[in-house]
């Protein structure tokens, strides 16, 4: 089941950069791109990744219970890890009303303003804390030798890609101020 996990998380990890990209994009006005069953797609794995990551929480809480050692500091990542994952579920909510809606097939803006501008801010913080948290538990779980290597290099482009976003959705924000 971790594998599994592990390959649908790198899967979301690919659409979460090529989304947030075009996304960015688009908030600055370089390029018009939507591609809306991208975002779907990854909704959908989102959902899967997030049900797997439950049963593998639930079956480690139990371990730690029957043995009682649950060794909650040591466990720290463990813990911001779920957290983080918590987070960005309760915000994906957010982030898909942030900028619009559709009404009689016709797609309406929201204004974007301080509150919409936070909550986008604090997705992206959540994603990076859940992306820097996983990606060396990921890399282990498909065997990878040498991790430090591949962990910054996933974690450069991740983090470019992140600045971006934060990047675009502040400009956006100034955009809809003036």
């Known amino acids: ?6 390959i649908i998380a790198m899967i979301v990890l690919a659409l979460f950069v090529v989304h947030g990209v075009l996304g960015a994009l688009n908030m600055m006005n370089i390029a018009t791109v939507i591609v809306k069953a991208l975002s779907h ?14 049963g593998l ?7 730690a219970v029957k043995t009682h ?39 309406r803006l929201v204004p974007f303003d301080i509150f919409r501008l936070m909550t986008q801010i604090l997705f992206l913080l959540s994603i990076a804390v859940h992306i820097i948290t996983n990606v060396k538990p990921m890399l282990i779980t498909f065997g990878v030798k040498k991790l430090r290597p591949k962990a910054g290099d996933i974690l450069f482009f991740v983090s470019a890609a992140l600045l971006l976003m934060a990047a675009a959705f502040i400009i956006y924000y100034i955009r809809w101020q003036l």
């Open 57 to 63: 929480t639930v079956s480690s809480v139990r371990t």
């Open 69 to 107: 050692a649950p060794y909650v500091r040591q466990n720290r990542l463990f813990w911001a890890r779920r957290i983080s994952g918590v987070l960005i579920l309760a915000l994906i909510f957010f982030h898909t009303t942030a900028f619009g809606y559709t009404s009689g097939g016709v797609f």
């Open 41 to 54: 797609t990854m909704l959908s794995l989102i959902i899967v990744h997030a049900l797997i990551s439950i």
């Open 1 to 6: 089941m971790r594998k599994l996990n592990g």
